[in-house]
């Protein structure tokens, strides 16, 4: 059985849906092509690229071949192009080299979501319906976006009908695919957490943590995510604007970049907690687990803007095994990410007495967060790459055999 990862954007530019399917298919049990676009025209892009493609990615390999889709649609001859080359492109790494011999190989098709991955991947099961098997990803947002227009619409209802497995990221997502394809097979496996990589000494983490500019026994909250209005990092702003006027000792790192970062940044200093909020730009993989553990609570109430809905949050699952408590929102599926009461607090993040009164519970109650913290990295551990693995080959292999096609 051949196994191919279809995803047009990837590495180093990436976002939770990316991380799921490279956590896992780099720790396939066999070996995995990952059909990608071509390197990028941009010398420094395509440097990084590159820089990322020399790496050791486990049972992965990477083939950046794909011609780029600039926009989906059917109506447009280049969009056709696009779509029938990545057919093409299928073909080759099916046969990886060794021509008609594996032509009629055994393949499943794994896309990152239904289009335009899927699509993709739809258009070659459909020319080879018995060797081929169709897994595509769900993430929430994208299903949402498909709603709002006929012709994607029709695409991903497609795609999910055709697919022999639909992989959900949350129960959530699972009702947002039913809705649109109540004939999709789906099964709801949350992402995971490399939780080795946040077991960090008490020594690594005061050293880290003695670079930010507060008292050693001010409470820090984090937030890292991408700068983004369904993150609402405003909220987790303003709480602590009310907070530190409460005369609590409170401050809030918030890590990462996006379009909104000026705008948090304006309103920090225009509430007067310019000093108390500290915007540190892009973190790199290997600092964010020592930003988490330095941090005492995570907050990111996440909220639904237009179709961007929080599928599950990634980031829910780090902070828990960096022993963190987490406030997080009510909307798409984090509260499968965080369970309320024990690991953190799932809160209206559109109300700002429930995210600023979850917030100061923590900051006033230590015990409470150690029991929350403990809990987490229970709950984290749970949820490791391995065991997430695991759960998708076991899925897998559910699956009706493939029969060979005759060469």
């Avoid at 029938?84 to 492109?89: D, E, I, L, T, W």
């Avoid at 594996?102 to 258009?123: I, K, N, T």
């Avoid at 394809?181 to 008490?202: M, S």
């Avoid at 509430?271 to 330095?294: H, N, Q, W």
């Amino acid at each position: 059985m051949k196994d191919i990862v279809v995803s047009f954007d990837f590495f180093p530019q990436i976002g939770g849906a990316h991380t799921w399917l490279y956590e896992v298919y780099r720790r396939w049990s066999s070996e995995v092509a990952l059909l990608t676009v071509r390197y990028s025209h941009a010398h420094e892009e395509q440097e990084r690229q590159r820089e990322f493609d020399a790496r050791d990615h486990g049972a992965m390999t990477i083939a950046r071949a794909a011609r780029p889709v600039h926009q989906v649609d059917l109506l447009d001859p280049r969009s056709l192009w696009a779509f029938a080359s990545h057919v093409r492109a299928i073909e080759r790494l099916r046969r990886g080299g060794s021509g008609r011999a594996s032509r009629g190989a055994p393949l499943r098709l794994h896309a990152l979501r239904a289009f335009p991955e899927g699509f993709s991947a739809y258009l070659y099961r459909l020319a080879h319906p018995r060797s081929t098997r169709l897994i595509t990803y769900a993430h929430g947002e994208e299903v949402l976006v498909a709603a709002t227009s006929r012709q994607l619409r029709l695409m991903a209802r497609r795609v999910y009908a055709a697919s022999d497995l639909v992989i959900a990221n949350s129960e959530n997502t699972r009702q947002i695919v039913r809705n649109l394809c109540p004939t999709a097979r789906i099964e709801c496996i949350h992402p995971g957490v490399e939780v080795a990589d946040f077991a960090r000494t008490v020594g690594e983490v005061e050293r880290y943590r003695a670079q930010w500019p507060w008292p050693r026994d001010t409470v820090i909250v984090c937030t890292l995510a991408r700068m983004e209005p369904r993150k609402n990092h405003a909220a987790v702003i303003r709480a602590v604007s009310q907070l530190r006027r409460e005369g609590l000792s409170i401050a809030l790192v918030c890590g990462g970049d996006g379009p909104e970062k000026d705008a948090l940044v304006g309103l920090a200093r225009s509430l007067g907690v310019g000093d108390s909020v500290l915007f540190t730009g892009s973190i790199a993989e290997r600092e964010k687990p020592l930003m988490y553990c330095a941090s005492d609570i995570y907050a990111m109430p996440s909220v639904q803007v237009g179709e961007m809905i929080e599928g599950f949050g990634i980031v829910f699952l780090e902070a828990a095994a960096a022993g963190l408590p987490v406030v997080c929102g009510n909307s798409g599926g984090q509260p499968e990410a965080v369970l309320d009461g024990r690991t953190g607090w799932v809160v209206d993040g559109r109300r700002m007495e429930s995210v600023v009164g979850a917030i100061k519970r923590l900051v006033r109650d230590a015990a409470e967060r150690a029991r929350m913290g403990q809990a987490a990295r229970v709950w984290a551990a749970e949820h490791d790459w391995a065991n997430a693995v695991g759960r998708i080959a076991r899925v897998l292999e559910r699956l009706e055999p493939v029969v060979p096609a005759s060469p």
